[in-house]
């Protein structure tokens, strides 16, 4: 997978996620966020470890983007939250 590929699918699926989660009305707002997090942090995990990197590369993409992932996904919030209904008025 190609870092750009790798992105794109990182953002579709961040993004989906965020829609799905945001469907949940007994979630509190924390709580759908740390929903999110996890789902994409399982994700993430799953794609590192199934590229063909060597250990010390995988090593650095996971404790670059894993640390990072709460920062990502709320960035991606703010890029799409006028497009996702029952969250704007």
Do not use: C, H, W
């Not at 699926?13 to 989660?21: F, G, L």
């Not at 707002?29 to 063909?52: A, C, F, L, P, S």
Request: glycine share 4%.
């Amino acid at each position: 997978m190609k870092i750009k590929e790798f992105i794109e699918n990182f953002t579709n699926v961040s993004k989906a996620i965020i829609e799905r989660v945001e469907t949940y009305k007994d979630l509190s707002g924390e709580e759908k966020k740390e929903r999110v997090d996890e789902v994409v942090t399982n994700y993430v995990t799953g794609v590192i470890d199934n590229i063909q990197v060597n250990f010390i590369v995988r090593f650095i993409l996971k404790k670059l983007l894993i640390d990072n992932i709460p920062t990502i996904t709320q960035i991606i919030f703010d890029l799409i939250k006028t497009k996702i209904s029952g969250i704007t008025k």
